[in-house]
């Protein structure tokens, strides 16, 4: 970041956000932000019978519940300042469940609706609120997920192309979606010329999700 903006400032802090406590120990070292992206989640398959409680709660307070604390302590900030933007990180997941995925596509799906519920508490303020759904992305575990259901021998371009092939083939792009292209989307959505896009969910997902709908 500081090879392509020299003067940006960058911090980190290390932080369990699926708890209150972690998350008091960001509030403290970041009491008040412009821009909150909800980025942190966990994913993997399972049968869906197979699913456990805990890993129901897990995938819920991981997935859903942290990015709803973070909206209820930063929101009110950006409000009374009259700018904002809360930006959630969804899935095709949330429109397409993978039958081996219920648990991930449940709270990807729960993200949509408290991102629409937090837009209309931020109505006429300034901020925006929205979610982005994400295709099929290539990041590190993304492909051990691929791993999972492809021949582990295969070189990855060969098991990317497998993998999609066999697991989504409704994609349009064919291959995964690379980080960047994601946070192009993200860029525009934090950006004053997103001002008339709240409340949305918008999709940057290859053509993943087979409708003409945004």
């Not at 290390?14 to 966990?42: H, K, M, R, S």
């Not at 819920?60 to 009374?80: E, K, Q, W």
């Not at 979606?177 to 290859?206: F, H, K, M, W």
Request: net charge negative; proline share 5%; glycine share 8%.
């Amino acid at each position: 970041m500081r090879a392509t903006v020299p003067d940006a400032s960058v911090a980190t802090v290390a932080c369990d956000l699926t708890t209150e406590e972690g998350a008091g120990l960001l509030y403290a070292a970041v009491p008040a932000a412009d821009v909150l992206v909800n980025n942190l989640g966990i994913f993997g398959s399972r049968p869906p019978l197979e699913i456990t409680d805990a890993e129901w709660r897990t995938y819920f307070d991981t997935n859903v519940l942290s990015a709803v604390r973070l909206i209820r302590h930063y929101l009110p900030g950006m409000t009374g300042q009259g700018w904002g933007r809360v930006l959630n990180i969804a899935s095709d997941s949330a429109i397409v469940i993978p039958a081996e995925m219920i648990h991930y596509g449940m709270s990807k799906t729960a993200l949509l609706a408290v991102s629409r519920g937090f837009a209309k508490e931020a109505a006429g303020t300034g901020v925006t609120v929205n979610s982005v759904i994400a295709g099929p992305t290539h990041t590190g575990g993304v492909e051990d997920f691929v791993y999972e259901l492809v021949d582990k021998e295969l070189p990855w371009d060969e098991a990317q192309r497998e993998f999609m092939r066999l697991h989504r083939p409704q994609s349009l792009l064919q291959r995964l979606i690379e980080p960047e292209e994601i946070a192009n989307l993200v860029v525009y959505l934090s950006s004053a010329q997103a001002s008339a896009t709240t409340g949305a969910a918008v999709r940057v997902d290859g053509g993943y999700v087979d409708s003409i709908l945004p």
